[in-house]
């Protein structure tokens, strides 16, 4: 596995990106909660695109497995949010 220059910390991300390989693709809920993770952790290391990408995947994986007024939802929404808020603070990204 490869890591590009300033990725976030490998063993965090590479557990993460190990269990997406893994993972059976038709568990839609643990896959959502594994791209909301390695979003966290991107967030956590400044990279915001790539954060909102993982957490627009696991709303799209959430919403094949729950009603769109689940649980879920809410802190999804919240931290993407949160790290439009965070561009702000840093335009270069």
Do not use: W
Not at 3 to 12: I, L, N, T
Not at 56 to 69: D, F
């Amino acid at each position: 596995m490869t890591f590009f220059v300033g990725s976030p910390s490998p063993s965090r991300y590479s557990y993460h990106i190990m269990l997406l390989e893994y993972l059976p693709p038709k568990n839609c809920l643990d896959l959502g909660n594994l791209h909301n993770n390695l979003a966290r952790i991107l967030k956590d290391n400044d990279f915001y695109h790539c954060a909102l990408d993982r957490y627009e995947i696991a709303e799209k994986l959430y919403l094949k497995s729950v009603p769109h007024n689940h649980l879920y939802f809410p802190p999804t929404y919240i931290n993407i949010g949160n790290v439009y808020c965070l561009k702000g603070k840093h335009p270069q990204d």
